[in-house]
T-cell receptor, first 112, second 117 residues
Framework: KAGVTQTPRYLIKTRGQQVTLSCSPI?????VSWYQQTPGQGLQFLFE???????NKGNFPGRFSGRQFSNSRSEMNVSTLELGDSALYLC???????????FGSGTQLSVL | AQTVTQSQPEMSVQEAETVTLSCTYD???????LFWYKQPPSRQMILVIR??????QNATENRFSVNFQKAAKSFSLKISDSQLGDAAMYFC??????????????FGQGTRLTINP
């Protein structure tokens, strides 16, 4: 069974641009959540999607958004990129809410 | 809001020895879950062990065990017979048992564990 797949693995953008990251959950998993990991702030929860609906959102500005498709795949978008958005973005999936999380290997975003 | 604190940024241990990683947390909730995750250089977060707050018995998974002290809000991880493959960043994490907080994990800052051969 394939694990959680995140694409791309690495991404370089410049300030002011926007970026879209993709996450394909494990087959059969309906919940997808996103985390940002930085050396300074550590791991922080971004948002959770279940059955195409955002169920929970972390304390991030409106520039961070996401969505989930009917096949449970999820995308997150960051608009008007800032230098501080440079981070590892991790996606995790689970069969249902409150169940065991399986993480992907992340997308490393660098903003220049 | 819940917080998780790992006071040891780095730890090292000799191969085959035992090491304990510390974690404390703060919450006003009575029902929650605690986790230890491992993040090797591949960056993928791997669940090591999980503890339900309502269970008094400490969780164990092979060489990994926890010391869960609910009143003290302490949750330490003991790794026995350390192996080179155990080298990684270890994160302690908290999750509320309330459904609206279902997949929101609150992480500590991590402890980098080095295994010396």
């Amino acid at each position: 069974k394939a694990g959680v797949t995140q694409t791309p693995r690495y991404l370089i953008k410049t300030r002011g641009q926007q970026v879209t990251l993709s996450c394909s959950p494990i087959s059969g998993h309906r919940s997808v959540s996103w985390y940002q990991q930085t050396p300074g702030q550590g791991l922080q929860f971004l948002f959770e999607y279940f059955s195409e609906t955002q169920r929970n959102k972390g304390n991030f500005p409106g520039r961070f958004s996401g969505r989930q498709f009917s096949n449970s795949r999820s995308e997150m978008n960051v608009s008007t990129l800032e230098l501080g958005d440079s981070a590892l973005y991790l996606c995790a999936s689970s069969r249902g809410r409150g169940e065991k999380l399986f993480f992907g290997s992340g997308t490393q975003l660098s903003v220049l | 809001a819940q917080t998780v604190t790992q006071s040891q940024p780095e730890m090292s241990v000799q191969e085959a020895e035992t090491v304990t990683l510390s974690c404390t947390y703060d919450t006003s909730e009575s029902d929650y879950y605690l986790f230890w995750y491992k993040q090797p250089p591949s960056r993928q977060m791997i669940l090591v062990i999980r503890q339900e707050a309502y269970k008094q018995q400490n969780a164990t998974e092979n060489r990994f065990s926890v010391n869960f002290q609910k009143a003290a809000k302490s949750f330490s991880l003991k790794i026995s017979d350390s192996q080179l493959g155990d080298a990684a960043m270890y994160f302690c994490a908290y999750r509320s048992a309330r459904i609206q907080g279902a997949q929101k994990l609150v992480f500590g800052q991590g402890t980098r564990l080095t295994i010396n051969p």
